[in-house]
Protein backbone atom coordinates (compact mmCIF):
# COMPACT_ATOMS: atom_id res chain seq x y z
CA UNK A 1 0.00 0.00 0.00
CA UNK A 2 0.62 3.48 -0.46
CA UNK A 3 -0.48 6.03 1.97
CA UNK A 4 0.06 9.58 1.60
CA UNK A 5 -0.40 13.09 3.20
CA UNK A 6 -1.12 16.16 1.97
CA UNK A 7 -0.95 19.27 4.63
CA UNK A 8 -1.58 21.15 2.23
CA UNK A 9 -1.12 25.10 3.48
CA UNK A 10 -1.23 23.64 7.23
CA UNK A 11 1.45 23.45 9.79
CA UNK A 12 4.94 25.61 10.52
CA UNK A 13 8.66 23.59 10.33
CA UNK A 14 8.56 23.06 13.97
CA UNK A 15 5.12 21.19 13.87
CA UNK A 16 6.48 19.72 10.65
CA UNK A 17 9.18 18.65 12.47
CA UNK A 18 7.23 17.00 15.43
CA UNK A 19 5.14 15.10 13.19
CA UNK A 20 7.63 13.68 11.08
CA UNK A 21 9.20 12.40 14.35
CA UNK A 22 5.92 10.42 15.52
CA UNK A 23 5.18 9.45 11.91
CA UNK A 24 8.72 7.90 11.28
CA UNK A 25 9.44 6.15 14.79
CA UNK A 26 5.76 4.49 14.24
CA UNK A 27 7.24 3.31 10.65
CA UNK A 28 10.07 1.72 11.97
CA UNK A 29 8.83 0.35 15.47
CA UNK A 30 6.06 -1.95 13.38
CA UNK A 31 8.92 -2.63 10.44
CA UNK A 32 6.37 -0.78 8.42
CA UNK A 33 7.24 -1.98 4.45
CA UNK A 34 4.22 0.16 2.92
CA UNK A 35 5.62 3.40 1.27
CA UNK A 36 4.60 6.35 3.36
CA UNK A 37 4.87 10.00 1.86
CA UNK A 38 4.48 13.26 3.36
CA UNK A 39 3.86 16.61 1.21
CA UNK A 40 4.46 19.19 4.23
CA UNK A 41 4.39 23.31 2.79
CA UNK A 42 7.42 24.45 0.98
CA UNK A 43 8.94 26.02 4.18
CA UNK A 44 8.89 22.35 5.73
CA UNK A 45 10.51 20.78 2.97
CA UNK A 46 14.56 20.70 5.00
CA UNK A 47 14.16 16.97 6.18
CA UNK A 48 15.84 13.85 6.15
CA UNK A 49 14.17 10.62 6.94
CA UNK A 50 14.90 7.22 6.24
CA UNK A 51 11.64 5.39 6.45
CA UNK A 52 9.37 8.74 4.67
CA UNK A 53 9.36 9.86 1.76
CA UNK A 54 8.52 13.94 1.61
CA UNK A 55 7.29 15.52 -1.36
CA UNK A 56 6.02 18.93 -2.67
CA UNK A 57 3.03 19.83 -2.98
CA UNK A 58 4.16 21.98 -6.80
CA UNK A 59 6.92 22.94 -8.42
CA UNK A 60 7.39 25.63 -11.45
CA UNK A 61 8.60 23.68 -14.35
CA UNK A 62 12.08 24.85 -15.30
CA UNK A 63 15.68 24.51 -13.68
CA UNK A 64 15.02 28.51 -11.98
CA UNK A 65 14.33 31.74 -13.35
CA UNK A 66 12.12 34.87 -13.00
CA UNK A 67 9.09 33.20 -11.80
CA UNK A 68 8.31 35.50 -8.79
CA UNK A 69 6.08 33.34 -6.18
CA UNK A 70 7.22 29.39 -7.76
CA UNK A 71 9.61 27.11 -6.24
CA UNK A 72 11.93 25.70 -8.66
CA UNK A 73 13.85 22.68 -9.89
CA UNK A 74 17.46 24.12 -8.15
CA UNK A 75 15.53 25.06 -4.71
CA UNK A 76 13.97 21.53 -4.55
CA UNK A 77 17.50 19.42 -5.69
CA UNK A 78 18.84 21.31 -2.65
CA UNK A 79 16.40 19.58 -0.54
CA UNK A 80 17.10 16.27 -1.56
CA UNK A 81 13.09 16.75 -3.08
CA UNK A 82 12.36 13.90 -5.88
CA UNK A 83 8.39 13.46 -5.33
CA UNK A 84 5.90 15.43 -6.12
CA UNK A 85 2.45 16.16 -6.47
CA UNK A 86 0.65 17.05 -9.88
CA UNK A 87 -2.74 18.27 -10.66
CA UNK A 88 -4.12 18.56 -7.44
CA UNK A 89 -7.89 19.58 -7.51
CA UNK A 90 -7.13 23.02 -5.23
CA UNK A 91 -4.39 23.51 -8.21
CA UNK A 92 -6.73 23.04 -11.03
CA UNK A 93 -10.08 24.72 -9.51
CA UNK A 94 -8.73 26.93 -6.77
CA UNK A 95 -5.42 28.39 -8.38
CA UNK A 96 -6.42 27.88 -12.14
CA UNK A 97 -3.82 25.76 -13.42
CA UNK A 98 -4.67 24.56 -16.84
CA UNK A 99 -4.30 20.85 -18.57
CA UNK A 100 -2.16 22.12 -20.73
CA UNK A 101 0.41 23.94 -17.96
CA UNK A 102 -0.62 20.50 -16.17
CA UNK A 103 1.08 18.67 -18.52
CA UNK A 104 3.80 20.68 -18.96
CA UNK A 105 4.93 20.47 -15.53
CA UNK A 106 4.44 16.64 -15.62
CA UNK A 107 6.77 16.87 -18.67
CA UNK A 108 9.53 18.27 -17.02
CA UNK A 109 9.41 16.54 -13.79
CA UNK A 110 8.82 12.81 -15.70
CA UNK A 111 12.11 14.13 -17.30
CA UNK A 112 13.96 14.96 -13.73
CA UNK A 113 13.11 11.75 -12.79
CA UNK A 114 10.82 12.13 -10.06
CA UNK A 115 8.37 10.40 -8.70
CA UNK A 116 5.01 11.93 -9.81
CA UNK A 117 1.73 11.36 -8.05
CA UNK A 118 -0.82 12.73 -10.20
CA UNK A 119 -4.60 13.68 -9.33
CA UNK A 120 -7.61 13.36 -11.12
CA UNK A 121 -11.36 13.57 -10.58
CA UNK A 122 -14.55 15.47 -10.93
CA UNK A 123 -16.49 18.31 -9.75
CA UNK A 124 -20.29 16.99 -8.62
CA UNK A 125 -22.16 18.72 -11.75
CA UNK A 126 -20.06 15.72 -13.42
CA UNK A 127 -20.64 13.53 -11.59
CA UNK A 128 -24.17 13.85 -11.43
CA UNK A 129 -24.63 13.37 -15.23
CA UNK A 130 -23.29 9.67 -14.85
CA UNK A 131 -20.57 7.28 -15.46
CA UNK A 132 -19.96 8.15 -19.04
CA UNK A 133 -19.62 11.96 -18.53
CA UNK A 134 -17.86 11.27 -15.36
CA UNK A 135 -15.36 8.83 -17.59
CA UNK A 136 -14.86 11.21 -20.29
CA UNK A 137 -14.29 13.92 -17.77
CA UNK A 138 -11.18 12.10 -16.09
CA UNK A 139 -9.92 11.00 -19.27
CA UNK A 140 -9.32 14.48 -20.36
CA UNK A 141 -7.35 14.95 -17.55
CA UNK A 142 -5.02 12.79 -18.74
CA UNK A 143 -4.76 14.79 -22.17
CA UNK A 144 -0.41 15.23 -22.84
CA UNK A 145 0.32 12.91 -19.13
CA UNK A 146 2.26 10.22 -20.27
CA UNK A 147 0.63 6.58 -18.44
CA UNK A 148 3.66 4.84 -19.27
CA UNK A 149 6.07 6.79 -16.74
CA UNK A 150 7.36 4.38 -14.47
CA UNK A 151 7.75 6.46 -11.41
CA UNK A 152 3.83 7.25 -11.29
CA UNK A 153 1.17 7.10 -9.00
CA UNK A 154 -2.64 8.18 -9.85
CA UNK A 155 -4.73 9.48 -6.93
CA UNK A 156 -8.58 9.50 -8.24
CA UNK A 157 -9.59 12.25 -5.68
CA UNK A 158 -13.61 13.68 -6.88
CA UNK A 159 -13.61 17.42 -5.92
CA UNK A 160 -16.51 17.16 -4.04
CA UNK A 161 -15.13 14.67 -1.92
CA UNK A 162 -12.65 16.90 -0.93
CA UNK A 163 -12.56 18.15 2.80
CA UNK A 164 -16.11 17.82 2.83
CA UNK A 165 -17.03 14.56 4.57
CA UNK A 166 -18.30 12.96 1.77
CA UNK A 167 -17.12 10.18 0.04
CA UNK A 168 -18.43 7.60 -2.91
CA UNK A 169 -19.63 4.15 -2.02
CA UNK A 170 -17.34 1.93 -2.25
CA UNK A 171 -18.69 0.67 -5.65
CA UNK A 172 -18.22 4.15 -7.20
CA UNK A 173 -14.97 4.05 -6.27
CA UNK A 174 -14.54 0.56 -7.53
CA UNK A 175 -16.00 1.67 -11.26
CA UNK A 176 -13.59 4.61 -11.38
CA UNK A 177 -10.79 2.90 -9.97
CA UNK A 178 -11.32 -0.34 -12.46
CA UNK A 179 -11.46 2.46 -15.31
CA UNK A 180 -8.42 3.81 -14.30
CA UNK A 181 -6.62 -0.09 -14.33
CA UNK A 182 -8.11 -0.67 -17.59
CA UNK A 183 -5.68 2.42 -18.71
CA UNK A 184 -2.28 1.88 -16.83
CA UNK A 185 -0.57 -0.46 -14.54
CA UNK A 186 0.75 2.77 -11.96
CA UNK A 187 -0.58 2.24 -8.22
CA UNK A 188 -3.62 4.19 -7.54
CA UNK A 189 -4.51 5.88 -4.88
CA UNK A 190 -8.37 7.09 -3.47
CA UNK A 191 -8.40 10.51 -1.64
CA UNK A 192 -11.23 12.60 -0.27
CA UNK A 193 -12.58 12.68 3.34
CA UNK A 194 -10.12 9.88 3.97
CA UNK A 195 -10.53 9.39 7.65
CA UNK A 196 -9.49 6.84 10.57
CA UNK A 197 -12.86 5.16 10.08
CA UNK A 198 -12.80 4.68 6.72
CA UNK A 199 -9.25 4.37 5.59
CA UNK A 200 -9.25 0.61 6.00
CA UNK A 201 -12.30 -0.56 4.26
CA UNK A 202 -11.54 1.58 1.35
CA UNK A 203 -7.87 0.27 1.07
CA UNK A 204 -9.66 -3.28 0.94
CA UNK A 205 -11.46 -2.40 -2.15
CA UNK A 206 -10.53 -4.05 -5.62
CA UNK A 207 -7.32 -1.48 -7.98
CA UNK A 208 -7.36 0.61 -4.71
CA UNK A 209 -3.28 0.44 -3.60
CA UNK A 210 -3.80 3.32 -1.55
CA UNK A 211 -5.12 6.48 -0.52
CA UNK A 212 -3.92 10.17 -0.04
CA UNK A 213 -5.14 12.29 2.89
CA UNK A 214 -5.81 15.55 3.76
CA UNK A 215 -7.33 16.86 6.61
CA UNK A 216 -7.43 13.39 8.53
CA UNK A 217 -3.81 13.18 7.90
CA UNK A 218 -3.30 16.39 10.09
CA UNK A 219 -2.77 14.23 13.24
CA UNK A 220 -0.04 12.02 13.13
CA UNK A 221 -1.95 9.83 15.49
CA UNK A 222 -4.58 9.38 13.11
CA UNK A 223 -2.11 9.07 9.92
CA UNK A 224 -0.34 6.47 11.76
CA UNK A 225 -3.41 4.38 12.76
CA UNK A 226 -4.56 4.01 8.97
CA UNK A 227 -0.83 2.97 8.04
CA UNK A 228 -1.21 0.34 10.83
CA UNK A 229 -5.00 -0.21 9.07
CA UNK A 230 -2.97 -1.05 5.83
CA UNK A 231 -0.31 -3.44 7.70
CA UNK A 232 -3.10 -5.04 8.73
CA UNK A 233 -4.66 -5.73 5.69
CA UNK A 234 -1.58 -7.93 4.45
CA UNK A 235 -2.16 -10.42 7.15
P1 LIG B 1 -9.27 15.60 2.61
O1 LIG B 1 -8.69 14.31 3.10
O2 LIG B 1 -9.17 16.72 3.61
O3 LIG B 1 -10.63 15.42 2.05
O4 LIG B 1 -8.34 16.07 1.39
C1 LIG B 1 -8.01 15.16 0.40
C2 LIG B 1 -6.95 15.74 -0.47
O5 LIG B 1 -7.17 16.72 -1.15
C3 LIG B 1 -5.63 15.10 -0.44
O6 LIG B 1 -4.83 15.57 -1.47
Same mark, same amino acid.
Given at each position: ??????????????????????????????????????????????????? *????????????? @????????? #?????? @????????? =??????? @???? #?????????? &??????????????? =????? @??? *??????????????? =??????????????????? %?? %?? #??????? =???????? &?????????????????????? *????????? &?????????????? &?????
Amino acid at each position: MILAANFKANKTRQETQAYMAVVESFVSANAIEDTIITFPPFTALEHTSRN *VLIGVQNGYPVQN @GAFTGEIAL #EQLEEF @GIKTILIGH =SERRHIL @GETQ #EQIAAKYRFF &ADQGFAIVYCVGEPL =SVRQQ @GEE *VLLSYIDAQFEGIDL =SYLDLIIAYEPVWAIGTGL %TP %TN #EQIEAVH =SALRRKTT &APLLYGGSVKVNNAGEIMALTN *VDGVLVGSA &ALSASDFCEMIAQA &AELKK
